[in-house]
């Protein structure tokens, strides 16, 4: 058996270079859908690196010590993610709470530099909070149908029943909604909208934009692990690798032809979405 | 050697042999240095290895009046 240390920093290393790909791909997809070439499918992962190399500045409105440690915080928060994830398989009430200090991260990195982009992307923050509940939503009805929210016990469940997907779509289809909700350039995206240039990334440059990137590839190769192991059951690495291919080429897709919402409504529609899904897959349940 | 450079030195060393430690720990000692040591080792790594500006370019930096938001 492979020592854990090893273990997680391999996953570790696995969900940063395939999830850049995956970003590099859905933006890829993005522009070829807006009729433009678009940069390489590599170029996200490049990026990544490239910026630990450049001249960073820290503004002189940044609280500093806090500006820096955020950064730092939003990267332990998705190793913890990769290590819950991947590595432990273990319960997925550790990966809601993973989403809810993230939604914290996006908060105090926006207030930390200083800039109004910041502070507004940091007050949109705790809005978009609401549009965590269809995650919470999914977690309650996955236990009612299954009894556990134990990743390992989920995959066997579904290796006896068969996947999730199946028997619970409109829980699936709120999952999905939070994927959606997680992609670049989203129409549900309003702490990173381009009124507010990069939200709460804006005023982060240099190396500490290259860990920012580092991470935000580790979130989004670990949120589509979650749902795929979710709602798709004991899929291989095979299944894995194609069901993220995609679903970041879908959500290229919804991004690209989608207009970004406002705050109010982005939110309004993220939670209708959850209530009616709820809703649903309760009535199904009973029946 | 500035103040930053030293810190970040000792921040790499003291994550690498975090991390190095953790290879020999038990389960939960493991998982502490991991999320702990991880993002620490990364951020000394950039630390170190961000270009700096020439003292001429960091004057200019300093100096250039402060538009306001």
């Given amino acids: 058996m492979m020592n854990l240390m090893a273990n997680i920093i391999i996953n570790v290393l696995i969900a940063f270079i395939f999830g850049s790909l995956l970003l590099g791909l859905h933006r890829k997809v993005m522009a070829r859908v807006q009729l433009r070439p678009g940069p390489p499918i590599i170029q996200y992962f490049i990026h990544s690196l490239k910026f630990f190399f450049k001249e960073t500045s820290f503004p002189d409105t940044a609280s500093l010590p806090f500006y820096v440690a955020i950064v730092v915080i939003f990267c332990g928060v998705w190793v913890t993610g990769v290590i819950v994830g991947p590595v432990l398989e273990s319960s997925l009430l550790i990966i809601f709470g993973i989403y809810a200090v993230h939604k914290i991260v996006e908060h105090n990195a926006g207030s930390s530099s200083g800039s109004p982009y910041g502070k507004l992307s940091c007050v949109r923050a705790v809005f978009s909070a609401a549009a965590e509940l269809p995650l919470f939503a999914v977690l309650a009805l996955i236990f009612l149908k299954t009894g556990t929210l134990n990743i390992s016990a989920l995959i066997s469940y579904q290796a006896v029943h068969g996947p999730l997907i199946l028997s619970m779509p409109l829980a699936a289809i709120m999952f999905f909604t939070l994927i959606i909700s997680k992609s670049p350039y989203n129409p549900f995206c309003i702490t990173k909208a381009k009124d507010l240039i990069t939200g709460f990334e804006t005023e982060h440059f240099g190396f500490l934009r290259g860990f920012l990137m580092f991470t935000d590839s580790v979130a989004w190769y670990m949120l589509l692990w979650v749902f795929l192991v979710c709602f798709f059951g004991p899929i291989g690495i095979l299944g894995l690798i194609i069901g993220m291919i995609v679903i970041s080429i879908i959500t290229g897709f919804i991004s690209a032809t989608t207009p970004m919402l406002n705050p109010n409504h982005s939110v309004m529609t993220q939670i209708s979405i959850a209530i009616i899904c709820t809703v649903g897959s309760i009535i199904i349940l009973l029946i | ?69």
Avoid: H
Wanted: hydrophobic share 50%; charged share 15%; with cysteine.
């Fill in chain 2, 1 to 69: 050697m500035n103040k930053i450079k030293i810190i970040s030195y000792i921040l790499l060393v003291a994550s690498l042999l975090g991390i190095i430690c953790g290879f020999f720990t038990s389960e939960y000692v493991t998982l502490a240095l991991a999320i702990i040591c991880i993002p620490l080792f990364i951020l000394s790594f950039g630390l170190l290895n961000m270009a700096k500006p020439t003292k001429d370019e960091m004057e200019e930096r300093v100096q250039e009046p402060f538009t306001g938001y």
